[in-house]
């Protein structure tokens, strides 16, 4: 089991910054590999992947077009922190932002499926103002 709780989420203008946090816990975070991952859910659309990283490889990164260059995902291995450093933002990032894993990938990068993912955070909420 791993257990995510997501922190950070907020209100800022076009053009902030924002950072957000999810704290993952659970033994089998220590002995298997996984996919993290940040989705986000806008009101009236589909949750979408923004972003993957590898649990065995913090320079296996993937960003879908929309947040390429703005985001960064990274991870903190001592403390089991998933980073999402956001810049640049606009208004059309506003969304319920989630962090997911999914255990035991295959080789490659990960990707944004949300049915590979099995574990999800409550999410943290992000408004972007005009």
């Known amino acids: 089991q791993v257990q995510l709780v997501e922190s950070g989420g907020g209100s800022v203008q076009a053009g902030g910054s924002l950072r957000l946090s999810c704290a993952a816990s659970?033994?089998?975070?220590?002995?298997?590999?996984?996919?993290m991952a940040w989705f986000r859910e806008a009101p009236g659309k589909e949750r979408e992947g923004v972003a993957t990283?590898?649990?065995?490889?913090?320079?296996?990164?993937y960003y879908v077009d929309s947040v390429r260059g703005r985001f960064t995902i990274s991870r903190d291995r001592a403390q089991n922190t998933l980073y999402l450093q956001m810049n640049i933002l606009n208004p059309e990032d506003t969304a319920m932002y989630y962090c997911a894993a999914a255990p035991r990938p295959s080789a490659g990068l990960c990707d944004t499926r949300r049915v590979r993912y099995v574990y999800w955070g409550q999410g943290t909420q992000v408004n972007v103002s005009a």
């Open positions: 659970g033994a089998q975070l220590s002995s298997v590999n996984h996919c």
């Open positions: 990283i590898r649990t065995d490889n913090d320079n296996a990164y």
